[in-house]
């Protein structure tokens, strides 16, 4: 069955940086386009980006430019998402998300927490 | 960006009732719009899609309708199951993805 398993939950200071992982299973890892959505308490849904599996290629929204980084490795069918400047307001459930076409995620992963406190 | 506006933010029902959840764009977005819903600690889950498709394994009740600026998820017949909170989200453009804020569907 379609899988998409995230990382544990992370802690770190102000201006650092986090690292999340999304490993997915059961389906065609590399045609899809790997999308990230954070949620921060009590707000709404955020779209971060997206990652093409297959071709690498990426986008960010203008708002995480310059802080946000996705990669992923098709070898190991893991997608990542790096965001560095960390501040309070990053305190968020980050989630993973598979798209395939032009639709919206059909499948997303179960969520990792990261607490950014000094 | 297109910014999306639910309504309402709450909704109180019983047990069968019919309820339905609005979306606005800022702008048109023909027909790109999806519906989630929401459970504590959960994932969304992916209930419709192009703003009228059910997704599969979806329960009938459960449809959607619109298109251009406004949209609207229709629960024919509330289940306990179903109270949850449910986003829509716009997905016209390639490069900015934007959800509602949610809607809380509560037990009246």
């Known amino acids: 069955q379609v899988q998409l398993v995230q990382s544990g939950a992370e802690v770190r200071k102000p201006g650092a940086s986090v690292k999340l992982s999304c490993k997915a299973s059961g389906f065609s890892f590399s045609i899809y386009v790997m999308h990230w959505v954070r949620q921060a308490p009590g707000q709404r849904l955020e779209w971060m980006g997206w990652i093409h599996a297959g071709t690498g290629n990426t986008k960010y929204s203008q708002k995480f430019q310059g802080r946000v980084t996705m990669t992923r490795d098709t070898s190991a069918s893991t997608a990542y998402m790096e965001l560095s400047g960390l501040r309070s307001e990053d305190t968020a459930v980050y989630y993973c998300?598979?798209?395939?076409?032009?639709?919206?995620?059909?499948?997303w992963g179960q969520g990792s927490l990261v607490t950014v406190s000094s | 960006d297109i910014q999306m506006t639910q309504s309402p933010s709450t909704l109180s029902a019983s047990i069968g009732d019919r309820v339905t959840i609005t979306c606005r764009a800022s702008q048109s977005i023909t027909k790109w719009l999806a519906w989630y819903q929401q459970k504590p600690g959960k994932a969304p889950k992916l209930l419709i899609y192009d703003a009228s498709s059910l997704e599969s394994g979806v329960p009938s009740r459960f449809s959607g309708s619109g298109s251009g600026t406004e949209f609207t998820l229709t629960i024919s017949s509330l289940q306990p199951d179903d109270f949850a909170t449910y986003f829509c989200?716009?997905?016209?453009?390639?490069?900015?993805?934007?959800f509602g804020q949610g809607t809380k569907l509560e037990i009246k």
């Open positions: 998300a598979r798209v395939f076409t032009k639709g919206p995620p059909d499948f």
């Open positions: 989200q716009q997905y016209n453009s390639y490069s900015s993805y934007t």
